[in-house]
């Protein structure tokens, strides 16, 4: 499934980080770093949600856990992670980050400040434009300090 020549998760963020640092860094100046924060992290939020939707019109079967597993070697590629698989069915996908490079590459790029907002708030957001009846629970990131990152994907109770 998996294309050798498909840039991963991992190198994206890294164009994508490249461009925006500048962008933030006037916003910083022009609008201050709260406001600044909140627009980047609104658009970045938007763009995860399309893209989660874009990913699920790829989808012969339909978007859920069980194909959504099937793109975690996305995220993963350049050996973006180090991850320990709790679960892994048709109902959930549960598991925890104990590295993250993307975590390391923002605080190389001097964007550690806002790396949860470039990286992990996409995460909630993805899912609800790949498979709006599956949440994300996540208690802790190593962004923000955090020993690991703690992933629970489950199909939603109240799904008819």
């Not at 995860?48 to 989808?59: N, V």
């Not at 978007?63 to 959504?68: I, L, M, Q, R």
């Not at 923000?144 to 008819?160: E, I, L, S």
Request: hydrophobic share 40%; proline share 2%; with cysteine.
């Amino acid at each position: 499934m998996s294309d050798n020549n498909e840039l991963g998760i991992l190198a994206r963020r890294k164009i994508e980080a490249e461009i925006i640092k500048p962008i933030y860094e006037i916003l910083v100046r022009e609008i201050g770093k709260t406001r600044a924060q909140a627009v980047i992290g609104e658009a970045i939020e938007q763009a995860a949600i399309d893209a989660g939707a874009h990913f699920a019109r790829q989808e012969p079967n339909g978007a859920d856990v069980k194909s959504f597993i099937a793109l975690q070697y996305l995220w993963e590629k350049d050996n973006a992670l180090d991850v320990k698989v709790i679960d892994a069915d048709d109902q959930q996908y549960n598991y925890n980050v104990t590295r993250c490079r993307y975590a390391e590459m923002y605080h190389e790029m001097g964007l550690g400040e806002i790396g949860h907002l470039l990286s992990c708030a996409r995460d909630e957001k993805f899912i609800v434009g790949y498979a709006p009846d599956v949440e994300l629970t996540r208690t802790t990131t190593i962004m923000q300090g955090g020993k690991c990152c703690d992933f629970r994907y489950q199909t939603k109770k109240d799904k008819a």
